[in-house]
């Protein structure tokens, strides 16, 4: 069963997907944004897009929707920060891509395409890398460097 809504103070941001939030009986949660997808730490415009999410949410108040959990036990959700929506945010700044195997929201696809057009954040590479394929690229190169090792 999922947390209803909740609020928390922003304390950390690990990329420019994922945030730490502080509730106020002092619980620390890992969120990761819903819906979106944010370029890798090595990949360009990694960071930037966590220096972005830094700006909408780093210690302010956040209202917090979960909505699932991950894989690596994170709470997936979408995320307020002083009453922004920080998922739709990063799209919009063309910082993050919509994740489409999880995106529900058709305003994310709206707002990736004028990133898109105007160029925004990652929008402004020639052919910018989507993270799904960054990290698919990458296993595959790893995978082949443990067979020759």
Same mark, same amino acid.
């Given at each position: 069963?999922?947390l ?6 922003? !304390? /950390? *941001? ?9 509730t =106020?009986?002092?619980?620390? *949660?890992? !969120?990761?944004?819903?819906? !979106? ?11 930037r897009?966590?220096?972005?999410? $830094? ?18 036990k994170?709470?997936?959700?979408? *995320? ?11 799209? $919009? ?10 995106a ?15 160029k925004? /954040?990652?929008w $402004?590479?020639?052919?910018? !890398? =989507? ?7 990458r ?9 020759y090792?």
């Amino acid at each position: 069963m999922l947390l209803a809504a909740f609020l928390a103070t922003v !304390i /950390g *941001i690990s990329d420019g997907d994922t945030l730490t939030v502080l509730t =106020p009986d002092k619980q620390q *949660i890992k !969120i990761r944004l819903a819906e !979106i997808d944010a370029p890798e730490k090595r990949q360009a415009f990694g960071t930037r897009s966590k220096q972005s999410l $830094s700006d909408l949410c780093f210690g302010k108040q956040a209202e917090v929707k979960p909505q699932a959990k991950d894989r690596y036990k994170r709470t997936v959700a979408r *995320i307020k920060c002083d009453g922004v929506d920080a998922n739709a945010e990063q799209v $919009s700044r063309g910082m993050a891509w919509v994740y489409r195997q999880y995106a529900k929201d058709h305003d994310l696809y709206v707002l990736e395409h004028g990133a898109k057009v105007e160029k925004r /954040g990652l929008w $402004s590479e020639p052919s910018p !890398i =989507p993270p799904w394929e960054f990290r698919k690229m990458r296993r595959h190169t790893l995978s082949r460097v443990v067979q020759y090792v």
